[in-house]
């Protein structure tokens, strides 16, 4: 039961990490795994002792969180292109966000705050809002014609790309993971305002592997290396990290709004539509924190 549970953490983990502007980090921590995720990915070398229980639970994470992607990808891509839909995707996540507010509140014993907390609380804020410039509101969908050259046990497909690009999607993934592991920071927006989210979706759409080996082998060490150091900090200053993870929360609430507004359609049924999914969404996120407490 708990494998199927944490296989669905992952898709949905998965489903936000493609969705710009919204955190596959902040998912993690509505899930209430983030400290064990981040834990685990950080030790699974290093802590021989528990490898084999740090391997089997991302294991089952991240299958999910391939699922959510291949499967979602496929949905966003034809969602997207109807206005409603992206709105109530995005307000449903926002509603997800806000509901997490209280577990984070309450989630260490002491959690009062004090001048540092609050200082950290609003850099991490702001480190947000300048964020939400990057442009998590350019349109998903790709206008890419890539000719396929081949396939690979009639599932993946093979096209012809240039080194230099396969190099710079190796950074992209590098970056992009560091952001998807950060609460509140969105590795799809990182991606948007790189250039590079619509022709990503297009890649898994079509299943052309060498653009996602590439990419993947670059999220790789970019997981490893945030997670071991966000780890560490959450050891040693768990209260000042949960405070740096709320603003950051707070601030990925501001961009999923910002991605909202352009967007919201301005009649009756988009207001009632848009306010049962942001209470469906809240409601969620609360009825998880009580799980996981």
């Not at 039961?1 to 983990?13: A, E």
């Not at 699922?67 to 997207?80: M, P, R």
């Not at 609050?118 to 991490?124: E, M, R």
């Not at 990182?190 to 670059?218: A, H, K, Q, T, W």
Request: proline residues 3%.
């Amino acid at each position: 039961m708990t494998y199927i549970i944490d296989i669905l953490r992952g898709i949905v983990i998965g489903i936000a990490n493609i969705i710009p502007g919204v955190s596959g980090g902040t998912m993690a921590v509505i899930l209430g795994i983030y400290e064990k995720l981040t834990t685990a990915i950080g030790d699974l070398i290093t802590n021989r002792k528990k490898f084999k229980e740090n391997f089997f639970f991302l294991l089952v994470i991240f299958t999910g969180v391939i699922i959510g992607i291949l499967i979602f990808a496929k949905l966003f891509v034809i969602l997207f292109k109807i206005n409603i839909a992206k709105q109530l995707i995005f307000i449903v996540f926002l509603g997800l966000i806000l509901g997490s507010i209280p577990l984070i509140i309450k989630i260490h014993n002491d959690m009062k705050p004090n001048f540092i907390r609050i200082l950290i609380f609003l850099a991490s804020f702001s480190a947000l809002f300048l964020t939400s410039f990057f442009g998590a509101n350019k349109s998903a969908i790709s206008n890419l014609n890539i000719e396929i050259t081949g396939q690979i046990l009639n599932i993946f497909n093979l096209a012809n790309f240039n080194i230099f690009y396969l190099i710079w999607l190796f950074i992209v993934g590098f970056f992009a993971a560091l952001a998807m592991i950060l609460p509140g920071f969105s590795g799809s927006a990182l991606l948007v305002s790189l250039g590079e989210y619509s022709n990503i979706l297009y890649y898994i759409d079509n299943r052309l592997i060498l653009p996602l080996f590439f990419l993947g082998i670059g999220v790789l060490p970019g997981i490893f290396v945030a997670s071991k150091i966000i780890s560490k900090l959450l050891q040693k200053y768990p209260s000042n990290m949960y405070y740096f993870i709320l603003g950051l929360i707070l601030g990925s609430a501001y961009q999923v709004f910002t991605g909202i507004v352009p967007i919201f359609e301005n009649h009756l049924l988009s207001y009632f539509l848009s306010i049962f999914a942001i209470a469906f969404g809240f409601l969620i996120s609360l009825s998880l924190s009580r799980i996981n407490n």
